[in-house]
């Protein structure tokens, strides 16, 4: 069902809302067309026509600032016309539903919504309920996913470590409420990874972790032992409320990551974070300042990614990777 | 209008009738004859049940109808006509209806509406506590007097033990039944699905299984020192059901239902955010599913339920999260559980006792069966005709079925309530 959404009749890619059910190759063609992107933002004039004439709306129910601003770049580099939604702010309090929203905002011909919902599932029950030539792009949807994240971390991987087989990586901090993860952990067992590991106490872990496909640690050193890529979770201040964790000084006694655990990895070990960082309580600003933190290039190949990902999906470049469609439900 | 139902198997479990037998019903309403006419009897009316099966009319222990209340979701009207199209001839309607049903003149308005439509009889389930919140009892013995066969909170937890157990102390003293929803609330927080695979897959809030074991324990522990005749309502995981098992053969007075869709989906049918799967209490794993079905051949679980719950399609359209819960159930839950008959789990008889004569003997009604005396309530089905559910064909204006556009074997051809043809699939609806 997740291809069938995701891909239209032809096997073009036609929404971008999960890493589940895509081919290693459009990954990486994704990774590909990305990398060509690069060299647009540094240029004088950094614009390419791929997408003009297209609208673009940002549709963000969750306050965001790294990621909409990313995707306004992204959208105009391509020059695509852009209009930012802070619905937070506006319909819901007027009790308008999602999909009257999407409804009316089609209907002005946008071509393509990036969504940011706080719920999970919100991107697909929207992509499920759109016209054929209207796509969606998931931003981030509750816990479930967020794709075009995990691609930026991926993207990023391969700059710093070239090939993903021999990787060793450890995603620390709330697992259970991290949709980064979830898609950080699925791109990475697609591309193949050596060892994927979690850390995090119970009570941040889900329920079933092992069926993500990871070896989940509760111990930092045993966790970030001799690995080369360590991806640093934002911890989130509400979940001492919900007795989750105790307190911010135990959760970073226990896993902030200081150079002292830091030295547990590889000695070229990279660190990322998905950002906004949580200073002093998930990571040390010696680390996320230090040589080895990859966190601020992480920003810049997050234009470029979701450049290749608008440039696909508005159908800018030949899809090659294109996932055979699978067979409807009975 | 006396009626001869003729040529059909008659199955009737609470009388041991599995076989070949014409039925006769007088113009009062009430059965004559089993096999053979009274002598002199002429019917006005004879239906042709050959290679049908003619049963007692099904209730249904669990149906919302929406009405007081929520008529933009469906009302009494509608929800009876898609009750009788899916032969059941009473069901019985939860307590959290709006205004709440905890005064005799609620519980005798819902059953008037009834009467006066004429198509099936509801049985109201009386408010456990004043108005659903747990703290003051409900005004038990004249709820009972007005018609109210079971005592239920429904989905509301009684947070408070101390409330719960006085309430199971006080229907005890009059001899009334409880209906317990056995969930944790604190377990459950905002979870919406069940804790596990598909959860930690989907990124949903999970509801894990001691959510319903904690609060099982809890409810065996009253009911085993007030001695209260107690019936757990919509069991859905393994444990849970191993524990009333254990309880049962310990000689405490429980008896467990189980939806028909919990016997036949799990977790996984969410797929990618299938809301129509967002159900309360949610869909386990295969493994609790597998043991619902084993409960259910063992006889540990003696009922199978629609849990009715009709919607409008914007209930539905909504992050799973934020969409309501609930199924359409009712014109499923005989084809359901004869699917049970087809994957050879249960006999025909043992399938529509979970339907007649179980739920009836809970409810300590006379209804569920056909000796002659008996109110005439009967449903006459093809056990063999094949249909596809589609919205066009369900009465129920709930159109929220996981089942929509897949095949059902089995289908309803005549039903009959006091002695009324009030459906006939060829014809549709009898007027009111």
Same mark, same amino acid.
Request: aromatic share 4%; net charge neutral.
């Given at each position: ?194 060892? #994927? ?134 | ?268 049918? #969410? ?162």
């Amino acid at each position: 069902m997740t291809q069938d959404l995701q891909y239209d009749n032809n096997g073009r890619l036609k929404h971008f809302l999960t890493i589940e059910g895509l081919p290693r190759r459009a990954i990486l063609e994704i990774l590909d067309i990305a990398k060509s992107f690069i060299s647009v933002g540094q240029r004088e004039i950094k614009k390419v026509p791929l997408a003009r004439g297209k609208t673009v709306v940002n549709l963000f129910y969750e306050s965001s600032t790294r990621t909409r601003t990313t995707f306004e770049i992204a959208a105009k580099r391509l020059s695509a016309d852009v209009i930012n939604l802070n619905i937070a702010a506006s319909s819901i309090s007027k009790g308008e539903t999602l999909l009257d929203t999407v409804r009316n905002l089609e209907a002005m011909h946008t071509d393509l919504f990036v969504v940011r919902h706080n719920k999970s599932g919100a991107a697909h029950m929207i992509a499920a309920h759109v016209p054929p030539h209207v796509h969606i792009i998931n931003a981030g949807d509750g816990w479930h996913a967020h794709p075009t994240q995990a691609m930026l971390d991926v993207f990023t991987i391969r700059e710093h470590k070239g090939a993903f087989e021999k990787l060793k990586v450890a995603v620390v901090g709330d697992i259970r409420h991290s949709r980064v993860a979830r898609s950080l952990i699925q791109a990475l067992k697609t591309l193949g990874v050596a060892e #994927i590991r979690v850390v995090a106490p119970r009570t941040l872990m889900p329920s079933v972790v092992e069926r993500l496909g990871v070896v989940p640690c509760t111990d930092m050193r045993e966790g970030l032992d001799n690995v080369d890529v360590i991806m640093m979770l934002r911890l989130q201040l509400e979940r001492m409320t919900g007795a989750l964790i105790p307190s911010e000084q135990e959760y970073f006694n226990l896993y902030g990551l200081t150079t002292e655990k830091l030295a547990y990895a590889k000695k070229d070990a990279i660190v990322l974070h998905p950002g906004p960082m949580n200073r002093g309580l998930e990571i040390d600003s010696a680390v996320a300042d230090g040589p080895q933190s990859v966190i601020l290039p992480q920003v810049t190949n997050g234009i470029a990614v979701r450049m290749a990902i608008m440039a696909l999906i508005l159908g800018g470049t030949p899809a090659e990777g294109r996932a055979r469609r699978a067979p409807a439900r009975p | 209008m006396s009626l001869a139902i003729k040529g059909g198997h008659l199955i009737d479990p609470a009388n041991r009738v599995n076989g070949k037998r014409d039925l006769y019903i007088d113009g009062e309403g009430f059965v004559v004859g089993v096999g053979r006419a009274p002598s002199g009897f002429k019917p006005r009316r004879s239906i042709d049940a050959t290679d049908k099966i003619v049963c007692p009319g099904l209730i249904d222990l669990r149906a919302r109808l929406r009405e007081p209340g929520l008529e933009h979701k469906a009302t009494i009207e509608s929800e009876l006509k898609a009750a009788v199209a899916g032969g059941i001839t009473t069901l019985c309607c939860p307590p959290d209806t709006r205004p709440v049903i905890d005064t005799p003149a609620m519980a005798q308005m819902i059953q008037s509406s009834a009467w006066r439509l004429g198509y099936a009889f509801i049985h109201p389930l009386g408010a456990l506590t004043q108005n659903l919140e747990g703290k003051k009892l409900s005004n038990m013995e004249a709820l009972d007097d007005a018609g109210c066969v079971a005592f239920t909170n429904a989905s509301a937890p009684i947070t408070d033990t101390l409330v719960l157990r006085r309430a199971m102390e006080y229907a005890a003293s009059f001899d009334l039944t409880v209906f317990l929803h056995s969930e944790d609330p604190w377990l459950k927080a905002d979870g919406c699905c069940h804790e596990g695979e598909v959860s930690t897959r989907l990124g949903l809030p999970g509801i894990p299984e001691a959510a319903e074991t904690v609060a099982v324990a809890r409810d065996l522990a009253l009911i085993d020192q007030t001695r209260v005749r107690a019936h757990f309502c919509g069991l859905s995981s393994a444990r849970a059901v191993q524990m009333i098992a254990e309880a049962q053969r310990r000689g405490l007075p429980v008896s467990a239902d189980v939806t028909a869709h919990h016997l036949h989906l799990t977790e996984h049918d #969410i797929g990618d955010f299938d809301t129509q799967c967002h159900v309360q209490p949610p869909l386990r794993s295969r493994r609790d599913r597998d043991q619902l079905r084993r409960a259910l051949k063992q006889g540990v679980i003696s009922v199978v339920c629609s849990d009715h719950q009709p919607h409008e399609p914007d209930a539905k359209l909504a992050p799973f999260s934020e969409s309501e819960p609930g199924i359409s159930g009712l014109e499923t839950l005989l084809p359901l559980t004869l699917k049970l008959v087809q994957e050879r789990l249960l006999t025909p008889v043992e399938a529509l006792a979970l339907l007649t004569r179980n739920p009836a003997d809970i409810l300590g009604l006379e209804s569920g069966q056909l000796s002659v005396g008996a109110t005439a309530d009967v449903c006459v089905f093809d056990p063999k005709e094949r249909w596809q559910l589609t919205t066009a064909r369900l009465q129920s204006r709930g159109h929220n079925t996981p089942f929509l556009g897949r095949e059902l074997q089995g289908r309803v051809t005549h039903t009959v309530v006091g002695g009324r043809l009030v459906y006939e699939a060829d014809k549709g609806l009898a007027g009111p």
